[in-house]
């Protein structure tokens, strides 16, 4: 498992980090426009989200295969009421992940522990990281807990589909002037399918000081429920 470096830099001593290689996949930045077009074109929302800050393409075997986006939370001041005293600038979100089902089994927690080791190296400020596993997905969010994430409860939360497309709630009252895709469903609302969902809140600590301030209790993590006989 190794640090991959810029090669830029090599006269001066002060290479930058780019990536990491690790046991199942190589996880390396990539530009935005490149990270849009996978997830886009892949995501199940196929949507793309502006407040992204940090683009990471996953390669398996020199095959890009994956991305993940890093950035600010919808609310990105929130995260005074996860971690007290946080900055907006002191925590990152998982945003979009889209992995290949031709890449190997565990890719995606391997793909998030990598991203993880090198936002230490490019945002050395951070100090937790945050993400939700999504009853969209149908998962409990096995893969964070693989990536040595912490569960730290769950809530539902309301999404909406319209021909094949999903909108938050918010974009049911929002201004559709300030959000993307409010006045597409507010438009055709009765014709929606609404779902109430379960999100489990995941939590990653890069920094003491953070888990000792984090506001919110660790919890086992969630498991099937068992199926009952017929």
């Known amino acids: 498992m190794t640090i991959i470096y810029s090669d830029q830099g090599v006269l001066t001593g002060q290479r930058a980090v780019v990536g990491y290689r690790g046991q ?9 426009a490149v990270a849009n077009k996978l997830i886009r074109e892949n995501h ?6 502006s407040n992204s800050l940090h683009h990471f393409g996953v390669f398996v075997d020199g095959r890009l295969c994956g991305a993940l986006q890093w950035g600010y939370a919808m609310n990105p001041a929130s995260g005074g ?6 900055t907006i600038d002191q925590w990152r979100e998982l945003n979009r992940m889209w992995i290949s089902d031709d890449a190997p089994r565990n890719t995606e ?12 190296h490019i945002a050395p400020q951070v100090a937790f990281l945050q993400s939700f596993a999504d009853e969209r997905c149908g998962g409990l969010g096995v893969v964070y807990q693989a990536a040595s994430f912490g569960f730290f409860g769950s809530h539902i939360a309301t999404f909406w589909r319209l021909d094949g497309e999903w909108f938050h709630n918010i974009a049911a009252t929002a201004s559709p002037s300030k959000r993307r895709g409010a006045a597409i469903l507010q438009g055709r609302i009765d014709e929606a399918e609404r779902f109430d969902l379960r999100q489990f809140r995941y939590l990653r600590f890069l920094k003491p000081w953070a888990r000792r301030a984090c506001l919110l209790t660790e919890e086992p993590y969630p498991k099937p429920e068992p199926v009952e006989p017929a």
Do not use: D
Request: with cysteine; proline share 0%.
């Open 24 to 32: 199942m996949c190589e996880v390396r930045l990539i530009g935005r």
């Open 44 to 49: 199940y929302s196929r949507k793309t989200y």
């Open 109 to 120: 927690s391997s793909a998030i522990a990598a991203s993880v080791k090198v936002l230490r």
């Open 81 to 86: 009421g996860i971690v007290k005293g946080a």
